[in-house]
């Protein structure tokens, strides 16, 4: 079992020394409804009766339902169809019922105390209207005199679709409880006694999407993060719940810096298969027959006892390298200690030629790299399901790590680490 330690299961993060400061992380909440839920909520509230009225040229008009509404979702609209029936009248005579369909599209948004808001657009009749309609001596065009009927329409059933829409979605209802148990620590290691403490700013929210006939809106509940050991610690002031802020978009991810130490002992383990025994040189050669590792001045040491042409010890000192670009640790500078080593390792030493210290710095750069991806895999253990409160659960992956610089010390070479992925809360019934 490799001895790799996370300081996001042992230490508070106001404890590691910050290579930079943490940004904010998002927890994530994807509110959705369906066009089937949309459907059966206004379907059960549209009156049966739409307009009773004047028509035009002296007639009346009735237009009732004869059907449930149809409703689907995409190009960022709400699209709905009422299947309708017309009876044109006057003093004297009554057409016979016309069938056709009226067609809206809404337009829903945000407002910033959490309602939603729709604008409700006519966009037309289905297409099996007759052109013409004889009501006694009159010729009737009935598809330009439902044209005058369609604003009643509109306004009646426009508060009707926005309220459905609010009660379908209830975004305030979803978000208010995941915001208030923000503020209280979260158990993520009961092992360890360890907690997740929030520190909730704002919440930021991308704009509606509808499509696929799905409604959509993603959430982001933005927070500082701690992480503490120990009794747990004290809730912060619960807050109200703020406006929203809407974005065209916001960083989703979730960022937590952890310390994270690789022990000297590891990398003998890691080593030992590639030096033990293990013969280097051409002409010449030496054979190694133990090494140790230790950390001085910022540099490991590997001190190697060999055998053959030479017979002794020999230093090789490895500096590890933080590359900001490609954001990856490596030991770029790995070298004899040519301090007290004498003629053996000058500058035309056949030991210069020979693979030891490229041996050296492959095996290094190769353990570091499966240990950060196991930080990465225990981050990703204590993440991938928090217990928020009843019905909900916070999970989250951890899909990269941003590095920072390392400090060598006796035992072991500590790295500066920001985890970072995505979280998101689930609501489950």
């Known amino acids: 079992m490799s001895r790799l330690f996370i300081i996001m299961l042992f230490l508070s993060l106001s404890s590691v020394s910050a290579f930079a400061v943490v940004p904010p992380s998002s927890i994530n909440l994807s509110v959705e409804s369906t066009a089937a839920d949309l459907a059966a909520i206004i379907n059960r509230s549209l ?113 009707i679709i926005d309220a459905k829409v609010n009660e379908s979605i209830q975004l305030r209802s979803k978000v208010a409880p995941i915001w208030q148990n923000a503020f209280a620590p979260l158990l993520v290691s009961r092992e360890f006694s360890t907690w997740l403490k929030l520190t909730p700013e704002k919440i930021v929210m991308s704009p509606l999407v509808a499509a696929n006939n799905r409604v959509q809106l993603s959430v982001g509940v933005i927070t500082g993060t701690a992480i503490t050991v120990g009794p747990k610690p004290a809730a912060a002031p619960v807050k109200p719940l703020p ?121 290094l750069d190769s353990s570091v790299v499966e240990q950060l991806e196991g930080a990465r895999v225990k981050a990703n253990t204590a993440l991938s399901s928090v217990h928020v409160a009843d019905h909900m659960n916070l999970s989250g992956a951890v899909t990269s790590l941003s590095l920072g610089e390392a400090t060598v010390l006796n035992d072991r070479l500590s790295v500066d680490v920001i985890a970072m992925g995505e979280t998101r809360v689930s609501l489950k019934q």
């Open 243 to 363: 406006p929203v802020q809407q974005l065209q978009s916001f960083d989703k991810r979730f960022h937590v810096q952890l310390a994270t130490d690789i022990f000297l002992a590891d990398l003998v383990k890691a080593l030992n298969p590639v030096l033990i025994d293990k013969t280097f040189g051409d002409d010449r050669k030496i054979t190694v027959k133990s090494f140790n590792l230790k950390g001085e001045d910022g540099k490991l040491v590997v001190n190697l006892t060999a055998a053959g042409d030479f017979n002794g010890e020999i230093t090789v000192l490895a500096k590890p390298v933080y590359n900001r670009q490609s954001n990856t640790l490596t030991f770029e500078n790995v070298d004899f200690d040519t301090r007290n080593a004498g003629w053996l390792i000058s500058a035309g030493s056949w030991l210069f030629s020979s693979t030891i210290r490229s041996t050296i710095k492959e095996k």
């Open 47 to 159: 009156p049966k009766e739409l307009y009773k009225g004047q028509g035009g040229l002296g007639t009346t008009v009735t237009v009732l339902r004869i059907g449930a509404a149809a409703v689907s979702a995409a190009d960022n609209f709400v699209y709905l169809t009422l299947p309708v029936q017309l009876t044109f009248g006057n003093a004297f005579y009554e057409s016979y019922p016309l069938r056709t369909g009226l067609k809206f599209k809404a337009r829903v948004s945000v407002t910033p105390d959490w309602r939603l808001k729709t604008e409700l657009y006519y966009t037309g009749l289905s297409d099996n209207l007759a052109e013409t309609l004889s009501l006694g001596p009159l010729s009737l065009k009935p598809k330009t005199m439902v044209e005058n009927v369609t604003q009643p329409v509109q306004r009646m059933l426009a508060p």
